[in-house]
T-cell receptor
Framework: GDSVTQMEGPVTLSEEAFLTINCTYT??????LFWYVQYPGEGLQLLLKATKADDKGSNKGFEATYRKETTSFHLEKGSVQVSDSAVYFC???????????FGSGTKLNVKP | DVKVTQSSRYLVKRTGEKVFLECVQDMDHENMFWYRQDPGLGLRLIYFSYDVKMKEKGDIPEGYSVSREKKERFSLILESASTNQTSMYLC?????????????FGPGTRLTVL
């Protein structure tokens, strides 16, 4: 079945460091891929998405490229801020968007 | 902005109690979802609904039921709460006619069953 695997955390970085959170997926067909972010005490918010191979999603300085050949959708940011501290979830959805599959989440701690 | 609200942020119940978790969305979305979030397991789908009175089981429906009598409201029911249902419960909605691939989440209800 469809599934998402993402790197375990927590990830601790200093402010302005480069961030990579790895995500790989297993899916039949051509899924859409997402990164959601959960700030402390809040629900999940969509951060970025990509709907087909080679698409790059981007938002708030974060980027991820849909790589079909490696079944990956790694999240990157060139310079993290303390305010980026949150839990990040990779997710996929099939063609009908009635089912979404989420990874286990990666907690990011950014220290000043 | 889409707003998804959940009736309680924190809830403490006793084993065997019947528990109702309420979710309301204000954007006329047809799809609504209930997930539970546990450390190391991410989000797991309990049930989803694609229209009033319509529902489908997700990956972990055992011990839960749902009700969708009105389009804006989706309720999760624990018929007889057990300690292994202690978790964070998240409600979400989406619009299959519009931005179908985006889910909007509520803030969550942290349920503790003693």
């Amino acid at each position: 079945g469809d599934s998402v695997t993402q790197m375990e955390g927590p990830v601790t970085l200093s402010e302005e460091a480069f961030l990579t959170i790895n995500c790989t997926y297993t899916a039949t067909g051509y899924p859409s891929l997402f990164w959601y972010v959960q700030y402390p005490g809040e629900g999940l918010q969509l951060l970025l998405k990509a709907t087909k191979a080679d698409d790059k999603g981007s938002n708030k300085g974060f980027e991820a490229t849909y790589r079909k050949e490696t079944t990956s959708f790694h999240l990157e940011k060139g310079s993290v801020q303390v305010s980026d501290s949150a839990v990040y979830f990779c997710a996929l959805s099939g063609w009908n968007f009635n089912k979404f599959y989420f990874g286990s989440g990666t907690k990011l701690n950014v220290k000043p | 902005d889409v707003k998804v609200t959940q009736s309680s942020r924190y809830l403490v119940k006793r084993t065997g109690e019947k528990v109702f978790l309420e979710c309301v969305q204000d954007m006329d979305h047809e799809n609504m979802f209930w997930y539970r979030q546990d450390p190391g397991l991410g989000l797991r789908l309990i049930y989803f609904s694609y229209d009033v009175k319509m529902k489908e089981k997700g990956d972990i429906p055992e011990g839960y039921s749902v009700s969708r009598e009105k389009k804006e409201r989706f309720s999760l029911i624990l018929e007889s709460a057990s300690t292994n249902q202690t978790s964070m419960y998240l409600c979400a909605s989406s619009d299959p006619q519009g931005d179908a691939d985006t889910q909007y989440f509520g803030p969550g209800t942290r349920l503790t069953v003693l």
